[in-house]
T-cell receptor, first 117, second 114 residues
C-alpha cells in the first residue's frame, strides 16, 4: 500500500506555544489530505480536509484559526496548532487520499502524539 | 443515533477461529467502505476497501457490504495472535472531486488467544 509519513512522531510543548506537524505522501501524489484527531480509547474524528493549492475545509466545531492547515504541494500538508493548551493534547493523524478511477482509498500516517504542559 | 455504530468489545476468541466484526450506519450517502487495523499508539492500516454491495476477499480477510441494510462486516479466517488489535470500520460519501473524509466507528478491540 501507499506510504504516508508524519513528523514529528511525538512532541511536548508548553502552553501558549505553537507546534507544526508535517504529513507527507512518500510514493504518490495526494491532492487531498485529511487531518484527524484521536483521544485515548476513542475513535478518529475528522478535523479538516486539506486541498492542494486551496483553503482547507474544517469540520463543525473545529477552530480554523487555532488549527492552521497548509497544503503547499502534492505531497505535503502541515497542521499548526497555535497557542496550544493542555486540552489540545491528543493523537493527531493525517491521511492522504489515493485516487485511481473510482477508487478512493485513504492511507494514514503513523500519527503525532502532542502533549501540552 | 450515531452515524456509525460499532461494538467496542473486547472480543476474545481462540486462535484459529473465524472472527466476525461488523458495523451499522445511518447515512445513506456513504458509498465507500473501509476496514482499518490499528495497533496501540499507531496510525490505522488499511485492510479492505469496498465500493459496492457484495463480498470482497483478500487472503484471510473478507469484507461484506449490504447497502440495503446499511450493514458492513469483516471476517477473519484462521485468526492468529498477531491479529490482536483494534479494528475500525470507516466510510465516506462523495464530495465534489472525490471521496469525503472518513467517518469512523468506535473500533472493536480484538484479542486472539494462543
Amino acid at each position: 500500500g501507499a506510504v504516508v509519513s508524519q513528523h514529528p512522531s511525538r512532541v511536548i510543548c508548553k502552553s501558549g506555544t505553537s507546534v507544526k506537524i508535517e504529513c507527507r505522501s512518500l510514493d504518490f501524489q495526494a491532492t487531498t489530505m485529511f487531518w484527524y484527531r484521536q483521544f485515548p480509547k476513542k475513535s478518529l474524528m475528522l478535523m479538516a480536509t486539506s486541498n492542494e493549492g486551496s483553503k482547507a475545509t474544517y469540520e463543525q466545531g473545529v477552530e480554523k484559526d487555532k488549527f492552521l492547515i497548509n497544503h503547499a504541494s502534492l505531497t505535503l500538508s502541515t497542521l499548526t496548532v497555535t497557542s496550544a493548551h493542555p486540552e489540545d493534547s491528543s493523537f493527531y493523524i493525517c491521511s492522504a487520499r489515493a485516487t485511481s478511477g473510482s477508487r478512493h482509498e485513504q492511507y494514514f500516517g503513523p500519527g503525532t502524539r502532542l502533549t501540552v504542559t | 443515533q450515531k452515524e456509525v455504530e460499532q461494538d467496542p468489545g473486547p472480543l476474545s476468541v481462540p486462535e484459529g477461529a473465524i472472527v466476525s466484526l461488523n458495523c451499522t450506519y445511518s447515512n445513506s450517502a456513504f458509498q465507500y467502505f473501509m476496514w482499518y487495523r490499528q495497533y496501540s499508539r499507531k496510525g490505522p492500516e488499511l485492510l479492505m476497501y469496498t465500493y459496492s454491495s457484495g463480498n470482497k476477499e483478500d487472503g484471510r480477510f473478507t469484507a461484506q457490504v449490504d447497502k440495503s441494510s446499511k450493514y458492513i462486516s469483516l471476517f477473519i479466517r484462521d485468526s492468529q495472535p498477531s491479529d490482536s488489535a483494534t479494528y475500525l470500520c470507516a466510510m465516506s460519501a462523495w464530495r465534489g472531486g472525490g471521496a469525503d473524509g472518513l467517518t469512523f466507528g468506535k473500533g472493536t478491540h480484538l484479542i486472539i488467544q494462543p
